[in-house]
T-cell receptor, first 115, second 114 residues
Framework: SAVISQKPSRDICQRGTSLTIQCQVD?????MFWYRQQPGQSLTLIAT?????????ESGFVIDKFPISRPNLTFSTLTVSNMSPEDSSIYLC????????????FGPGTRLTVL | AQSVTQLGSHVSVSEGALVLLRCNYS??????LFWYVQYPNQGLQLLLK??????LVKGINGFEAEFKKSETSFHLTKPSAHMSDAAEYFC????????????FGAGTRLFVKA
């Protein structure tokens, strides 16, 4: 199984600023995803992070607000841009194994509070 | 498109009673199905998964789930609830048609009464 770490684990930010969240996997994963979990809600998929190309965004999410990079098979970043209090959420990174695409591993999440 | 529906946003049981959390899925092809648990202020933990092998899947902490194609269901059960089972439970689906991205249900919060 893959172990996923995220930095930072939590942050408090001012509105109008941007925060970049890093996701590091200890082994190669085939696919990487970013999710958002708003307070008291379920997880919503933001985008699929594609290696070396633009991420694939789900409905309601756009690149200008959530730019994503994936330079290699073990690392990805998500930036939350021009933040507002509505962006206060937990952001989770996940990856699927190379042996079985149905096996998905999740990072511990980044708890973001926007004031 | 794939989706899951969890019936009941809140379920309350007494300690020692049966736990039953309901999940129905929608998928045009055989899905992969999962149950995750999230304790307060913690990350996601995989309880169990169905990947087209045995229809009765046993997971951690005494939980199990049965895949019923005819009912498009994947309900989670545990014979005897413990206080430590109080948490949020998410049913999820993924598959090739969805690009292997995992789609989560709305979640069911389980309360266990002493």
């Amino acid at each position: 199984s893959a172990v996923i770490s995220q930095k930072p684990s939590r942050d408090i930010c001012q509105r109008g600023t941007s925060l970049t969240i890093q996701c590091q996997v200890d082994s190669q994963v085939t696919m990487m995803f970013w999710y958002r979990q708003q307070p008291g809600q379920s997880l919503t998929l933001i985008a699929t992070a594609n290696q070396g190309s633009e991420a694939t965004y789900e409905s309601g999410f756009v690149i200008d607000k959530f730019p994503i990079s994936r330079p290699n098979l073990t690392f990805s970043t998500l930036t939350v841009s021009n933040m507002s209090p509505e962006d206060s959420s937990i952001y989770l990174c996940s990856g699927t194994g190379t042996r079985a695409l149905n096996e998905q591993f999740f990072g511990p999440g980044t708890r973001l509070t926007v004031l | 498109a794939q989706s899951v529906t969890q019936l009941g946003s809140h379920v309350s049981v007494s300690e020692g009673a049966l736990v039953l959390l309901r999940c129905n899925y929608s998928s045009s092809v055989p899905p992969y199905l999962f149950w995750y648990v999230q304790y307060p202020n913690q990350g996601l933990q995989l309880l169990l998964k169905y990947t087209s092998a045995a229809t009765l899947v046993k997971g951690i902490n005494g939980f199990e789930a049965e895949f019923k194609k005819s009912e498009t269901s994947f309900h989670l059960t545990k014979p005897s609830a413990h206080m430590s089972d109080a948490a949020e439970y998410f049913c999820a689906v993924s598959g090739k048609t969805g690009g292997f991205k995992t789609i989560f249900g709305a979640g069911t919060r389980l309360f266990v009464k002493a």
